[in-house]
């Protein structure tokens, strides 16, 4: 009886050591799959780029239309999955040194677009460099934009067309809708965005 007993109990300790040992097999090979992804991603962009500085990380999942227009600085980080797009051929997208862009981030360089150095942009965030006024199937309007250095772009926020510059130093909101330009050192938030306070950056 006793001996049964052991048997059993050190049957329960290996089913349950190969339990725990494929759980943690199903947790590794998809982030293994994304680090490969990722460093394959890296890779191609950093050949295609007009530019690439050292320090490059893109993630997997992250798509770039005329990849041959983009330029990055030193140390831009890129969560994946994001797409960055342009209607036109012959636009440009601009990443300054120590550029970070959070995951499900959509950039449109229709108009060119410029991100200054220590530009931040948070998950979701969308930035526009292009309308179609009132008609949808018009050619895009394009509009150059840029961000200026250590601006923070917050959670899905909103950067239409119409702002063509965010100030050095600004802060974009969670959820704003920006529509027009943003001074440097301030805060902005709502829909429409509206200035809430300018940063003391004497402080």
């Known amino acids: 009886m006793r001996r049964d007993f052991q048997e059993q109990f050190v049957l329960r300790i290996k089913l349950i050591v190969k339990y725990r040992a494929s759980k943690l097999f199903l947790r590794a090979v998809p982030v293994a ?10 890779s191609v962009y950093k050949r295609a780029a007009k530019v690439a500085g050292k320090g490059l990380r893109i993630g997997a999942g992250v798509y770039i239309s005329h990849p041959e227009s983009i330029s990055f600085g030193d140390n831009v980080l890129i969560e994946g999955p994001a797409r960055f797009s342009s209607e036109v051929n012959n636009s440009s997208l601009v990443f300054c040194d120590g550029v970070q862009i ?4 959509f950039l449109d360089f229709s108009g060119g677009l410029t991100l200054g150095v ?14 179609h006024q009132l008609d949808p199937r018009s050619r895009p309007n394009l509009l150059e934009k840029r961000i200026g250095e250590n601006a923070w772009i917050g959670a899905r926020a909103i950067i239409l067309s119409g702002c063509t510059e965010i100030g050095a130093g600004a802060i974009v909101a969670a959820g704003a809708v920006v529509t027009r330009n943003v001074p440097a050192h301030s805060i902005v938030a709502g829909n429409p965005a509206r200035l809430i306070r300018t940063l003391n950056i004497d402080a």
Not at 33 to 42: D, E, M, N, Y
Not at 102 to 105: E, Q
């Open 33 to 42: 799959f994304k680090r490969v992804s990722g460093a394959i991603l890296t």
């Open 102 to 105: 959070n995951r499900d981030v």
């Open 118 to 131: 220590g530009v931040l942009i948070s998950e979701g965030a969308m930035v526009y460099t292009h309308d």
